[in-house]
């Protein structure tokens, strides 16, 4: 017998270019939160299924403006940057780091601060209609526990990555580890708190190796988080060749490009994420596949601190492994949905080119142009894909994260691929009226 049944059209990610819209579904829960079946109209136990349902007061109706989408996977966010989402964005990633970004984080060291911060910001990723995500916390052992029990308490799928960052050339002396032994050592200690609190939950929560990135961190620091990795099998993420900055550093350091130190250090795992990588060559996308190490694109950070834009096109047709990443704060908005829609808008400025100096055919790199199916197989299905989850998509088998989301009015008729491309282009955080992980209710709008 279903837990819960929900009752209406849905939207879910086919592969990378398709969406599948069903209409007047029965998606039916079962008591461990995972979809057991879905039932089409012109199945024959439909009727007799949604009249038991209603009778047992365990369906949900969805009214004639709502909709069901599988949660999102925020592939790449900072948490700690939080409190600055949209601040100081005119400025070069350098700067943005250490005028901003690093003084902030430091502050985190208090845990009434990482209380107040760490429990507003699960609240807002769930309001978004995230579902899971890939988290950076701070250098900060105890600040980064909170943010792993506020995860648990609210219902979020989290991935908690304690920072590293010992090198005293990039990072300042408030805001950095002692040496690469004390980060290493309290790196282990979090694995441990971390692992025990799944255990007790019972819930996804998993520590993540998280070197902030190669200008961050010494060598022997790198060398031991690759370390780390496999010995406890973990997830791994990173910033990659995110600007022309960090690309050119890790040439003028090693001699080789981000993703070769990267690599050589054992931090390209089937587990790894990597955020950005507009600077990537091609080598590097390569690399990355052999490796079966995602991207986490970031369109809208990418605008102000990339230098270029990632040509998802490419990456997918080639099959490198993608998802969609926040980056909140490098990006303003923890909603997903605006940065599907900044990941398509780039797309179309990357195959048209900018300069209009130029002649036409020679601004841009033609054929790079994404749809949103692409957009929302980021959001969804390939950021589930590069977690290992088994969520993303509403199909039987797979857990229950979804978010239930309102259309604004339709002054015309709408065909169902009309539906989608207007809920992906026009819902706000205020559209989203109820958000599910497991199948169980983690936010509701009143
Ligand atoms: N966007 C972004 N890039 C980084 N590179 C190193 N740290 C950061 C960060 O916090 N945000």
């Given at each position: 017998m279903a837990e819960l049944t929900i009752h209406g059209t849905y939207f879910s990610s086919k592969d990378p270019n398709h969406v599948q819209a069903v209409q007047d579904a029965l998606i039916m829960i079962d008591s461990k939160g995972i979809i057991a079946r879905i039932l089409h109209?012109?199945?024959?136990?439909y009727a007799k299924q949604l009249q038991v349902a209603r009778q047992q007061e365990r369906l949900v109706e969805l009214g004639a403006d709502q909709y069901l989408l599988p949660g999102f996977v925020d592939l790449h966010v900072h948490a700690p940057q939080w409190p600055q989402a949209?601040?100081?964005?005119?400025?070069p990633l350098a700067k943005w780091l250490n005028h901003y970004t690093f003084p902030l984080e430091a502050k985190l060291s208090d845990p009434t601060y990482a209380q107040k911060v760490y429990q507003d910001f699960v609240h807002n990723l769930l309001a978004n209609g995230t579902t899971a995500a890939l988290m950076f916390g701070t250098i900060h052992f105890s600040a980064n526990m909170i943010l792993a029990k506020e995860s648990v308490k609210q219902g979020l799928r989290g991935f908690v990555g304690q920072v590293v960052m010992d090198n005293p050339s990039t990072s300042p002396e408030y805001y950095r580890n002692s040496s690469a032994q004390a980060a290493l050592s309290s790196t282990e200690k979090f694995i441990h708190a971390v692992r025990d609190l799944q255990t007790q939950s019972g819930q996804t929560i998993e520590p993540v190796i998280t070197p902030r990135f190669v200008p961050s961190c010494t060598d022997e620091a790198l060398f031991g988080l690759g370390r780390l990795a496999h010995q406890y099998d973990l997830p791994v993420q990173s910033h990659l060749s995110e600007s022309n900055w960090e690309h050119g550093y890790a040439i003028e350091r090693f001699g080789q490009r981000d993703t070769e130190v990267m690599d050589h250090f054992g931090?390209?795992?089937?587990?790894a994420v990597m955020a950005?990588?507009?600077?990537?060559t091609k080598d590097d996308w390569r690399i990355l596949r052999e490796r079966h190490s995602a991207i986490a694109h970031c369109p809208i950070s990418n605008i102000y601190f990339g230098n270029g834009v990632l040509p998802v096109k490419q990456l997918l047709a080639l099959h490198n492994q993608l998802g969609l990443g926040s980056d909140i704060s490098g990006g303003y908005t923890p909603s997903l949905f605006h940065n599907a829609r900044q990941a398509v808008k780039s797309s179309q400025q990357l195959t048209d080119?900018?300069?209009?100096?130029?002649?036409a055919e020679k601004r841009g790199v033609a054929g790079s142009r994404i749809t949103m199916a692409n957009a929302f197989y980021l959001a969804t299905r390939g950021g589930a894909a590069a977690l290992g989850l088994k969520t993303g998509v509403i199909q039987a088998g797979y857990a229950a994260d979804l978010q239930v989301v309102k259309m604004h009015r339709a002054l015309m008729p709408l065909s169902t691929a009309d539906i989608f491309q207007r809920l992906m282009y026009q819902t706000e955080q205020t559209d989203i009226e109820t958000v599910f992980v497991n199948g169980q209710p983690v936010y509701q709008r009143n």
């Open positions: 109209r012109k199945d024959p136990e949209g601040l100081a964005l005119d400025l931090l390209l795992t089937k587990r950005h990588g507009t600077q990537l080119g900018v300069d209009n100096q130029l002649p």
